[in-house]
């Protein structure tokens, strides 16, 4: 059974950057579709990055150039590297993924709710 493991959240200042790490186990195979949604206080769950299994990649308009998601696949670790912090950003994060392989296209709007396996989720916390 796939079991998704965050880790890499605190609290930074405004500017400043953080390394996520999703750590990937129990898959026979990558799930096409992987990424990381967010959560803010009284927000619904909005996808933020997604990578899937052939290496392309989908953002959030409001993250786009800040954040990067990436892979080690010898390691089985998804990344979301984010860099210029904002307050916005303020959020747990979530390593989620397909591992039914429903999704058709591996794009950040797709609904929460078609992925089946999610991460306990990391806080970040951004102050001004």
């Known amino acids: 059974q796939l079991q998704l493991v965050e880790s890499g959240g605190g609290s930074v200042q405004a500017g400043g950057s953080l390394r996520l790490s999703c750590a990937v186990s129990?898959?026979?195979?990558?799930?096409?579709?992987m990424g990381w949604y967010r959560q803010a206080p009284g927000k619904e769950r909005e996808g933020v990055a997604m990578?899937?299994?052939?290496?392309?990649?989908s953002y959030a308009g409001s993250v786009q150039g800040r954040f990067t998601i990436s892979e080690d696949n010898a390691k089985n670790i998804l990344y979301l590297q984010i860099n210029s912090l904002q307050s916005e950003d303020t959020a747990i994060y979530y390593c989620?993924?397909?591992?039914?392989?429903?999704?058709?296209?591996?794009?950040?709007?797709?609904?929460?709710?078609?992925?089946?396996?999610w991460g306990q989720g990391t806080q970040v916390t951004v102050s001004s």
């Open positions: 989620a993924a397909d591992a039914r392989y429903v999704i058709p296209q591996c794009m950040v709007w797709v609904s929460a709710d078609a992925l089946d396996t």
């Open positions: 990578l899937d299994a052939d290496g392309r990649t």
């Open positions: 129990g898959a026979t195979y990558r799930p096409y579709c």
